[in-house]
């Protein structure tokens, strides 16, 4: 493996875990081993003292009945029976003066502690004592005890045996633990690899998506865990960025149409003003026209703008108490002429006050539009109705009824859009940015926009606020 693809290796996130699992199982391993350990070495210390300490009631009860002699006796024969370099006795005046003992060659270093003799005078139960010789590298266990009137027992234990055996407990304990290591990192990493097999799916598919692959979408499992849970969510993502990046190449397109109508239609008029014999009035009546169209495009950009900063949740929205019924009847006033120019009849049923909370200025957008469109699809005869009344709830429910043309199926899914234009409105004046607006403006106001619509018999607009 090259050194770029180890410190590449090293940057994963599967790496890490498995250093974490590695170190977490190893620190658990290592305190319970040690603790065995600890048990162990208690064990045989034990095991120790209890036969030292039975030496030295042994002792007791021999002097006590055959006298010191025999006790002498005894202890020789003892120390050559466990061998003179495992065991030791020594016999001891209360001064701490030694006056007899095994066979001493192998312990003559071994030294008395006139400390503990003191402490057993003074009435103390026996005492051990565990020491090191220089040249040796195993312990002594040292019991001194009183076997009898002034007589005090030294008896010493070598521990080299136990030594040997907790020496290989080291060793294996030693190679346990690295062996539990290495058999940790492999199922680790095994684990890691299997745990984030979700993730390096993302992460593909994202790398995709980045070469313009906008309908790839990452593989699902039927686990159900936290991975499969981010891969649906990850999908769902990429399914709203692929609908809103159609959606702007759409925006885009329809911006490009339908501002290059008014910008050739301006052009034409200046070329044909210029190209032809003119005077004052035409000049005049060129400049109006362009200013007519300018205004247009002003307005329609300036719609834009509206929308979106509504649909991104940052219009700006001058709330204010006001009287939504009484906003309602100045819309159907103002419209009244333009129905009675169709030949319309225009009915307005609100009550005689509804405070509401809002915009007066954006509600007044929303409604001007709605009735605008009821009266400009509306044949001569029809008729438009408006209703306005509260919900149960303190909500406002605004319906804008008509009897004109209706809307398809297959178009009322998509009147809400930008630019988008239906067949029986191509044949008139407009940019498609109506309905956009007043939808975005009923959002803004915590509600939403609805029709209900059948070809031939009109259309029906809900508001709710």
């Known amino acids: 493996m090259s050194l770029k693809k180890m410190i590449n290796l090293r940057r994963t996130l599967a790496f890490r875990l498995t250093l974490w699992y590695t170190g977490v199982f190893a620190v658990i391993a290592f305190l319970t081993i040690s603790l065995f350990y600890l048990l162990a070495t208690n064990v045989i210390q034990r095991q120790t003292d209890e036969d030292l300490l039975d030496q030295m009631r042994k002792f007791s009860s021999l002097i006590a009945t055959e006298g010191v002699g025999a006790g002498q006796r005894v202890a020789t024969i003892e120390s050559q029976a466990g061998g003179v370099k495992k065991v030791f006795f020594r016999f001891l005046h209360s001064n701490g003066r030694a006056f007899s003992s095994s066979n001493m060659d192998y312990w003559q270093d071994i030294y008395i502690n006139y400390?503990?003799?003191?402490?057993?005078?003074?009435?103390?139960?026996?005492?051990?004592?565990?020491?090191?010789?220089?040249?040796?590298?195993?312990?002594?266990?040292?019991?001194?005890?009183?076997?009898?009137?002034?007589?005090?027992?030294?008896?010493?234990?070598?521990?080299?045996?136990?030594?040997?055996?907790?020496?290989?407990?080291?060793?294996?304990?030693?190679?346990?633990?690295?062996?539990?290591?290495?058999?940790?990192?492999?199922?680790?990493?095994?684990?890691?690899?299997?745990?984030?097999?979700?993730?390096?799916?993302?992460?593909?598919?994202?790398?995709?998506?980045?070469?313009?692959?906008?309908?790839?979408?990452?593989?699902?499992?039927?686990?159900?865990?936290?991975?499969?849970?981010?891969?649906?969510?990850?999908?769902?993502?990429?399914?709203?960025?692929?609908?809103?990046?159609?959606?702007?190449?759409?925006?885009?397109?329809?911006?490009?149409?339908?501002?290059?109508?008014?910008?050739?239609?301006?052009?034409?008029?200046?070329?044909?003003?210029?190209?032809?014999?003119?005077?004052?009035?035409?000049?005049?009546?060129?400049?109006?026209?362009?200013?007519?169209?300018?205004?247009?495009?002003?307005?329609?950009?300036?719609?834009?703008?509206?929308?979106?900063?509504?649909?991104?949740?940052?219009?700006?929205?001058?709330?204010?108490?006001?009287?939504?019924?009484?906003?309602?009847?100045?819309?159907?006033?103002?419209?009244?002429?333009?129905?009675?120019?169709?030949?319309?009849?225009?009915?307005?049923?609100?009550?005689?006050?509804?405070?509401?909370?809002?915009?007066?200025?954006?509600?007044?957008r929303l409604i001007s539009n709605l009735l605008d469109n009821a009266i400009k699809y509306t044949p001569s005869g029809g008729a438009v109705t408006i209703i306005l009344e509260r919900q149960n709830d303190n909500g406002m429910v605004l319906t804008i009824g008509d009897t004109g043309a209706g809307i398809a199926e297959a178009e009322a899914v998509h009147i809400f859009e930008r630019f988008y234009r239906g067949d029986e409105s191509r044949s008139t004046e407009g940019t498609g940015l109506g309905l956009s607006l007043a939808r975005a403006i009923a959002r803004a106001h915590g509600g939403d926009i609805t029709v209900e619509s059948e070809p031939g018999k009109g259309s029906i607009f809900t508001v709710t606020l």
């Open 115 to 364: 400390s503990i003799i003191q402490r057993l005078i003074h009435g103390e139960a026996p005492v051990f004592e565990t020491i090191i010789l220089p040249e040796r590298d195993h312990e002594i266990r040292i019991l001194y005890g009183i076997i009898g009137p002034g007589i005090i027992l030294q008896v010493g234990q070598s521990m080299e045996e136990y030594g040997r055996i907790i020496s290989v407990f080291k060793r294996i304990f030693i190679g346990t633990v690295a062996l539990l290591m290495a058999l940790a990192a492999l199922v680790g990493w095994f684990m890691a690899r299997h745990a984030l097999s979700g993730v390096e799916a993302v992460t593909r598919t994202a790398q995709m998506i980045s070469r313009d692959a906008l309908d790839m979408r990452v593989p699902v499992k039927p686990r159900g865990d936290e991975i499969d849970e981010m891969a649906n969510t990850f999908n769902e993502m990429l399914g709203r960025i692929e609908k809103l990046i159609a959606g702007m190449k759409e925006m885009s397109d329809n911006i490009a149409h339908d501002l290059k109508t008014p910008i050739t239609r301006i052009r034409g008029i200046a070329e044909i003003t210029l190209t032809t014999e003119t005077c004052q009035p035409e000049y005049e009546t060129m400049t109006a026209s362009i200013i007519e169209e300018c205004d247009r495009l002003l307005d329609m950009i300036s719609t834009m703008l509206v929308i979106s900063r509504f649909e991104a949740g940052v219009g700006d929205l001058r709330k204010e108490k006001i009287d939504l019924a009484g906003l309602v009847k100045d819309a159907c006033e103002l419209f009244r002429p333009l129905a009675e120019d169709k030949k319309l009849s225009i009915e307005c049923r609100t009550p005689e006050f509804l405070d509401y909370t809002g915009d007066a200025g954006m509600l007044q």
